[in-house]
Protein backbone atom coordinates (compact mmCIF):
# COMPACT_ATOMS: atom_id res chain seq x y z
CA UNK A 1 0.00 0.00 0.00
CA UNK A 2 1.41 3.36 -0.85
CA UNK A 3 1.64 5.81 2.51
CA UNK A 4 3.55 7.87 4.58
CA UNK A 5 4.58 6.80 7.74
CA UNK A 6 5.52 8.71 10.49
CA UNK A 7 6.71 8.06 14.10
CA UNK A 8 6.11 8.72 16.70
CA UNK A 9 2.55 9.44 16.90
CA UNK A 10 2.19 11.04 19.36
CA UNK A 11 4.97 12.63 22.30
CA UNK A 12 4.96 14.39 25.04
CA UNK A 13 8.49 16.43 25.79
CA UNK A 14 10.70 18.46 28.07
CA UNK A 15 11.49 21.46 26.79
CA UNK A 16 15.22 21.67 25.66
CA UNK A 17 15.38 17.92 24.91
CA UNK A 18 16.46 16.86 21.39
CA UNK A 19 14.42 14.54 19.43
CA UNK A 20 13.58 13.09 16.12
CA UNK A 21 10.47 12.89 14.42
CA UNK A 22 10.96 10.58 11.81
CA UNK A 23 9.00 10.04 8.35
CA UNK A 24 8.66 7.55 5.33
CA UNK A 25 7.78 7.25 1.79
CA UNK A 26 7.36 4.17 0.14
CA UNK A 27 6.16 5.49 -3.06
CA UNK A 28 9.87 6.68 -4.49
CA UNK A 29 8.62 10.10 -4.45
CA UNK A 30 11.47 12.93 -4.87
CA UNK A 31 9.88 15.54 -2.87
CA UNK A 32 9.69 15.32 0.72
CA UNK A 33 8.58 18.16 3.28
CA UNK A 34 7.06 18.74 6.29
CA UNK A 35 4.63 21.00 8.01
CA UNK A 36 3.10 22.18 11.37
CA UNK A 37 -0.60 23.17 11.75
CA UNK A 38 -1.92 25.33 14.80
CA UNK A 39 -5.68 26.56 15.51
CA UNK A 40 -6.21 29.65 13.84
CA UNK A 41 -2.69 29.51 11.90
CA UNK A 42 -3.57 26.75 9.82
CA UNK A 43 -0.57 24.59 8.24
CA UNK A 44 2.50 26.04 6.90
CA UNK A 45 5.50 24.72 5.83
CA UNK A 46 8.88 23.79 7.76
CA UNK A 47 11.26 22.54 5.44
CA UNK A 48 11.18 21.18 2.15
CA UNK A 49 13.57 18.58 -0.03
CA UNK A 50 13.52 18.02 -3.89
CA UNK A 51 15.66 15.06 -4.10
CA UNK A 52 18.52 13.40 -1.56
CA UNK A 53 20.80 15.60 -0.13
CA UNK A 54 18.64 18.87 -1.22
CA UNK A 55 16.91 20.56 1.25
CA UNK A 56 15.63 24.11 2.00
CA UNK A 57 13.29 26.06 4.38
CA UNK A 58 9.52 26.84 4.24
CA UNK A 59 8.14 29.19 5.75
CA UNK A 60 8.77 28.58 9.69
CA UNK A 61 12.25 26.50 9.93
CA UNK A 62 13.25 28.41 12.86
CA UNK A 63 14.05 25.91 15.78
CA UNK A 64 13.81 22.95 13.33
CA UNK A 65 16.76 20.67 11.18
CA UNK A 66 16.21 17.89 8.72
CA UNK A 67 18.01 15.42 6.52
CA UNK A 68 17.72 13.82 3.45
CA UNK A 69 20.17 10.78 3.45
CA UNK A 70 17.81 8.29 1.49
CA UNK A 71 15.23 8.87 -1.31
CA UNK A 72 12.13 7.35 0.85
CA UNK A 73 13.40 8.89 4.96
CA UNK A 74 13.01 12.71 5.62
CA UNK A 75 13.55 12.90 9.51
CA UNK A 76 12.69 16.57 11.03
CA UNK A 77 15.00 17.09 14.15
CA UNK A 78 14.45 19.60 17.05
CA UNK A 79 17.49 20.04 18.96
CA UNK A 80 15.57 21.98 21.93
CA UNK A 81 12.23 21.81 21.58
CA UNK A 82 10.58 24.42 22.92
CA UNK A 83 7.02 25.04 24.21
CA UNK A 84 6.30 27.03 21.29
CA UNK A 85 6.81 24.12 19.01
CA UNK A 86 3.47 22.80 20.37
CA UNK A 87 1.89 21.16 17.70
CA UNK A 88 0.72 18.94 15.15
CA UNK A 89 3.27 17.89 12.22
CA UNK A 90 2.84 16.46 9.08
CA UNK A 91 5.09 14.98 6.12
CA UNK A 92 4.00 14.70 2.95
CA UNK A 93 5.26 13.36 -0.52
CA UNK A 94 4.48 13.80 -4.32
CA UNK A 95 6.84 13.33 -7.29
CA UNK A 96 7.58 16.64 -7.92
CA UNK A 97 8.26 18.35 -11.11
CA UNK A 98 5.62 15.97 -12.55
CA UNK A 99 2.23 17.79 -13.92
CA UNK A 100 0.17 15.28 -11.65
CA UNK A 101 2.23 15.92 -8.35
CA UNK A 102 -0.33 15.01 -6.26
CA UNK A 103 0.56 15.47 -2.56
CA UNK A 104 -0.01 12.24 -0.05
CA UNK A 105 0.60 13.13 4.18
CA UNK A 106 1.31 11.08 6.92
CA UNK A 107 -1.06 10.54 9.82
CA UNK A 108 0.51 13.49 11.68
CA UNK A 109 2.86 13.47 15.43
CA UNK A 110 1.70 15.00 17.67
CA UNK A 111 4.30 17.09 19.84
CA UNK A 112 4.24 18.38 23.05
CA UNK A 113 6.61 20.36 24.85
CA UNK A 114 6.37 21.13 28.21
CA UNK B 1 2.82 35.36 -1.98
CA UNK B 2 -0.21 33.19 -2.67
CA UNK B 3 -3.14 33.17 -0.49
CA UNK B 4 -5.94 31.13 0.00
CA UNK B 5 -9.47 31.89 1.36
CA UNK B 6 -11.89 29.08 2.05
CA UNK B 7 -15.81 30.23 2.56
CA UNK B 8 -17.72 29.86 4.59
CA UNK B 9 -15.63 28.99 7.50
CA UNK B 10 -18.10 26.34 9.16
CA UNK B 11 -21.44 24.62 7.56
CA UNK B 12 -23.45 22.23 9.00
CA UNK B 13 -26.31 20.63 7.04
CA UNK B 14 -29.37 17.82 7.72
CA UNK B 15 -28.63 14.96 5.96
CA UNK B 16 -28.87 14.26 1.94
CA UNK B 17 -28.57 18.05 0.96
CA UNK B 18 -26.27 18.92 -1.68
CA UNK B 19 -22.93 21.40 -0.64
CA UNK B 20 -20.81 23.20 -2.10
CA UNK B 21 -17.73 24.53 -0.36
CA UNK B 22 -15.76 27.37 -2.18
CA UNK B 23 -12.25 28.30 -2.20
CA UNK B 24 -9.80 31.26 -3.89
CA UNK B 25 -6.80 31.69 -4.48
CA UNK B 26 -4.92 35.36 -5.16
CA UNK B 27 -2.18 33.76 -7.64
CA UNK B 28 -4.10 32.04 -10.81
CA UNK B 29 -0.67 30.94 -11.98
CA UNK B 30 -0.74 26.94 -10.50
CA UNK B 31 -0.17 23.85 -11.70
CA UNK B 32 -3.18 22.23 -10.03
CA UNK B 33 -5.10 22.68 -6.95
CA UNK B 34 -5.29 19.55 -4.63
CA UNK B 35 -8.70 19.23 -1.77
CA UNK B 36 -8.40 17.53 1.28
CA UNK B 37 -10.23 16.36 3.89
CA UNK B 38 -9.26 15.89 7.68
CA UNK B 39 -10.98 14.23 10.46
CA UNK B 40 -10.59 15.64 13.87
CA UNK B 41 -7.10 15.33 14.94
CA UNK B 42 -5.93 12.79 12.10
CA UNK B 43 -4.43 13.23 8.97
CA UNK B 44 -5.12 14.83 5.26
CA UNK B 45 -6.81 12.59 2.57
CA UNK B 46 -6.74 13.93 -0.85
CA UNK B 47 -9.68 14.17 -2.19
CA UNK B 48 -9.31 15.40 -6.16
CA UNK B 49 -6.34 16.86 -7.83
CA UNK B 50 -7.37 19.06 -10.63
CA UNK B 51 -4.77 19.94 -13.10
CA UNK B 52 -4.46 23.66 -14.01
CA UNK B 53 -5.96 22.26 -17.66
CA UNK B 54 -8.42 20.90 -16.17
CA UNK B 55 -12.19 22.60 -15.65
CA UNK B 56 -13.02 19.69 -13.16
CA UNK B 57 -12.74 16.63 -11.68
CA UNK B 58 -15.44 13.59 -10.40
CA UNK B 59 -14.83 11.00 -7.15
CA UNK B 60 -18.13 9.39 -6.34
CA UNK B 61 -20.06 11.86 -4.65
CA UNK B 62 -17.49 14.61 -4.88
CA UNK B 63 -16.77 17.32 -7.75
CA UNK B 64 -14.45 19.83 -7.96
CA UNK B 65 -14.28 22.30 -10.55
CA UNK B 66 -11.67 25.03 -11.18
CA UNK B 67 -11.81 28.51 -12.81
CA UNK B 68 -7.96 29.80 -13.05
CA UNK B 69 -8.49 33.01 -14.71
CA UNK B 70 -11.16 34.13 -11.84
CA UNK B 71 -9.17 32.24 -8.55
CA UNK B 72 -11.88 30.54 -7.54
CA UNK B 73 -12.45 26.40 -7.04
CA UNK B 74 -15.84 24.83 -5.58
CA UNK B 75 -15.88 21.18 -4.14
CA UNK B 76 -19.34 20.29 -4.96
CA UNK B 77 -20.79 17.31 -2.37
CA UNK B 78 -24.02 15.34 -3.72
CA UNK B 79 -26.81 13.52 -0.81
CA UNK B 80 -24.73 14.36 2.03
CA UNK B 81 -23.55 11.98 4.71
CA UNK B 82 -22.95 11.78 8.49
CA UNK B 83 -20.15 10.16 7.94
CA UNK B 84 -18.95 13.40 5.27
CA UNK B 85 -18.70 15.40 8.91
CA UNK B 86 -15.24 16.26 8.88
CA UNK B 87 -12.77 19.72 7.81
CA UNK B 88 -12.02 20.33 4.29
CA UNK B 89 -8.79 22.17 3.14
CA UNK B 90 -8.13 23.94 -0.57
CA UNK B 91 -4.59 23.56 -1.31
CA UNK B 92 -2.59 25.39 -3.75
CA UNK B 93 1.34 24.95 -4.87
CA UNK B 94 2.69 28.63 -2.85
CA UNK B 95 4.10 29.22 -6.01
CA UNK B 96 4.27 28.05 -9.89
CA UNK B 97 5.73 24.76 -9.66
CA UNK B 98 4.84 23.81 -6.19
CA UNK B 99 9.15 23.65 -5.43
CA UNK B 100 8.10 25.15 -2.06
CA UNK B 101 4.93 23.19 -1.03
CA UNK B 102 1.37 23.96 -0.69
CA UNK B 103 -0.14 27.17 0.55
CA UNK B 104 -3.34 25.63 2.14
CA UNK B 105 -6.79 27.09 3.17
CA UNK B 106 -8.25 27.78 6.71
CA UNK B 107 -10.42 24.90 5.70
CA UNK B 108 -14.13 24.76 6.56
CA UNK B 109 -15.57 22.49 9.27
CA UNK B 110 -18.84 20.49 7.91
CA UNK B 111 -20.85 19.06 10.01
CA UNK B 112 -23.78 17.03 8.44
CA UNK B 113 -26.58 16.34 10.58
CA UNK B 114 -28.05 12.97 10.86
Known amino acids: EAQVTQNPRYLITVTGKKLTVTCSQNMNHEYMSWYRQDPGLGLRQIYY???????DKGDVPEGYKVSRKEKRNFPLILESPSPNQTSLYFC?????????????FGPGTRLTVL | KQEVTQIPAALSVPEGENLVLNCSFTDSAIYNLQWFRQDPGKGLTSLLL?????REQTSGRLNASLDKSSGRSTLYIAASQPGDSATYLCAVPASGGGADGLTFGKGTHLIIQP
Open chain 2, 50 to 54: IQSSQ
Open chain 1, 92 to 104: ASSNWGTMYNEQF
Open chain 1, 49 to 55: SMNVEVT
